[in-house]
């Protein structure tokens, strides 16, 4: 298994602020996902980070608002730019090795925006 | 891609075995069956995951139907550990998709 750390686990911002959010995992990794869960919903991909390449976004999410980078094989960051109370949600980052194998979860990032 | 149908909630008592039920009716031969679940205020965690055969784990086991059109996640005795939001999720590529799951209650 690869374990992910992220941080910060919550924080509480000012609407028009940024904040950067980290994911480390112990091992080398190809392929790494951002997800957001909005109060009492499942999870929604936000953009899958491939190490070497640009992110790629799902429909409804754009790179100005996250920006995403992916420097090398075991971190990654998702930035929640020029935030408003609409994106008081938990992110999540994840991870895994191909369709046959488990996928692992942060503990996610509780923001709040006030 | 194929959609995943599940139960908006299912109830349990301790000790006692749990079947959570997923509708795939429009599943590709290529596409993996992943059951994960959430519990309160974690990230999801994986519980198991089958193509076509029938799979066993220390948590749980995975029965698939024979024509893949749905599966059954067993509990084969539910804790109050296992109160979480399941998910079942089809995998036709590397990205993961979640519907919104079953909210299992265990009642002691």
């Known amino acids: 298994s690869a374990v992910i750390s992220q941080k910060p686990s919550r924080d509480i911002c000012q609407r028009g602020t940024s904040l950067t959010i980290q994911c480390q995992v112990d091992?080398?990794?190809?392929?790494m996902f951002w997800y957001r869960q909005q109060p009492g919903q499942s999870l929604t991909l936000i953009a899958t980070a491939n190490q070497g390449s640009e992110a790629t976004y799902e429909s409804g999410f754009v790179i100005d608002k996250f920006p995403i980078s992916r420097p090398n094989l075991t971190f990654s960051t998702l930035t929640v730019s020029n935030m408003s109370p609409e994106d008081s949600s938990i992110y999540l980052c994840?991870?895994?090795?191909?369709?046959?194998?488990?996928?692992?979860f942060g503990q996610g990032t509780r923001l709040t925006v006030v | 891609d194929a959609k995943t149908t599940q139960p908006n909630s299912m109830e349990s008592n301790e000790e006692e075995p749990v079947h959570l039920p997923c509708n795939h009716s429009?599943?590709?031969?290529?596409?993996?069956i992943h059951w994960y679940r959430q519990l309160p205020s974690q990230g999801p965690e994986y519980v198991i995951h089958g193509l076509t055969s029938n799979v066993n784990n220390r948590m749980a086991s995975l029965a698939i139907a024979e024509d893949r059109k749905s599966s059954t996640l067993i509990l084969h005795r539910a804790t109050l550990r296992d109160a979480a939001v399941y998910y079942c999720?089809?995998?036709?590529?590397?990205?993961?998709?979640f519907g919104a799951g079953t909210r299992l209650t265990v009642k002691p």
């Open positions: 994840s991870h895994h090795r191909g369709l046959n194998t488990e996928a692992f």
């Open positions: 999720i089809l995998r036709p590529r590397n990205d993961m998709r």
């Open positions: 091992s080398q990794v190809t392929m």
């Open positions: 429009t599943i590709s031969g290529t596409d993996y």
